[in-house]
């Protein structure tokens, strides 16, 4: 729990002996992933594991009490029975509910109301920017090359993947690599579509 990328929200960086925790780690790149071009496999998976269609907010209160909001749905959440099923989020959001005469110092991150009502709007606004992000669910794609364009792509790079048969033209980021030390070269690449 106390770990930098938990604390700080960092991605660490391996290079050689070279450490580094960074906010994001990788470049944009304008290399293309294309089929029919350079891709000998593919494979598509859905990553469920942090699907949520609703959040449950919850401030609170300078009388050390929690201010629960209202559950906030992803109106336009879609999803069959073959699928996990989605999950509710409680979520914490910096929003403080002033019940008594307060004098000590005010946090500048966090949202102060003296009415309930406009405590739970905004509690509620917050959670409806989440779960809009939150419902999405993230494709993860595995590709195999026949050439060595993948060799210019590092871990955290962004690149583009043209798959014209599966309809699908967008951003992706690479997640894993496997090396071949053999030929020394990179054989299959993991990326997750950029959201």
């Known amino acids: 729990d106390n770990s930098i990328t ?3 929200n960092a991605e660490i960086l391996r290079r050689g ?6 906010n994001r780690v990788g ?6 992933i294309r089929e029919g071009k350079n891709v000998t496999v593919y494979e598509e998976t859905e990553n469920n594991d942090n699907l949520y269609y609703s959040i449950v907010p919850i401030g609170k209160a300078n009388n050390n009490t929690n201010l629960y909001g209202s559950r906030v749905l992803y109106s336009d959440y879609q999803y069959n029975r073959n699928q996990v099923l989605p999950k509710v989020l409680i979520k914490e959001y ?17 949202y102060y109301y003296t009415s ?7 509690l509620e606004e917050l959670a409806q920017i989440d779960v809009e992000e939150t419902s999405i669910i ?17 871990l955290g790079d962004t690149c583009k993947l043209i798959m014209e048969s599966q309809f699908i033209d967008t951003k992706v980021r690479v997640m894993e690599r496997e090396y071949d030390h053999l030929e020394q070269k990179i054989t299959s690449l993991e990326v997750s579509e950029v959201i």
């Open 138 to 154: 993230k494709r993860e794609f595995r590709v195999m090359y026949n050439s060595n364009i993948n060799n210019n792509l590092q």
């Open 116 to 122: 309930k009502d406009k405590a739970l709007a905004k």
């Open 94 to 110: 910096p929003v403080m509910l002033i019940v008594q005469s307060e004098t000590g110092e005010r946090d500048p991150q966090t």
């Open 6 to 8: 938990n604390v700080w």
């Open 27 to 32: 470049n944009d790149t304008n290399i293309e």
């Open 17 to 22: 002996t070279t450490l580094q925790a960074l």
